[in-house]
């Protein structure tokens, strides 16, 4: 999602997608995992022990989606993606800003939604 709001195209778009072309929404989401999972197993291949997956650049979700949406735009693709990719540790990073913060937008560290992520390491 984060290279969806960010990389490919902006968040007010995106958003708009979710709302009025859901599926066309998910489908690039999965063309966005498939380049991600191809990129992480030649890492793999290529010797890289572990790696560090960014969600929320700039921390632009956490007051901009419900906690479903982060359920169904964010986690279920990011599982997928970090399932896929056999590697040793794999660091979850989860951006935010003073405005921005999964805390004071859900209460999703204290609740231990973060959980849910197939990581070895969390960083926030």
């Known amino acids: 999602m984060t290279q969806a709001l960010h990389g490919v195209s902006r968040p007010e778009t995106v958003h708009k997608h979710l ?24 890492g793999v291949e290529q010797g890289c022990p ?22 169904e735009c964010t986690l279920k693709y990011d599982k997928y993606v970090l399932e896929s990719v056999d590697a040793a540790i794999k660091m979850l990073h989860i951006c935010n800003t003073l405005d921005e913060n999964p805390e004071n ?16 390491i969390l960083n926030w």
């Open 19 to 42: 709302k009025e072309h859901p599926d066309a929404l998910r489908k690039g989401l999965e063309t966005i995992n498939e380049s991600n999972i191809k990129f992480m197993k030649a």
């Open 50 to 71: 572990s790696f560090f997956y960014g969600i929320a650049g700039r921390g632009s979700y956490w007051s901009q989606f419900s906690e479903v949406e982060l359920e």
């Open 105 to 120: 937008d859900g209460g999703l560290m204290t609740d231990g939604w973060f959980k849910k992520y197939p990581v070895n």
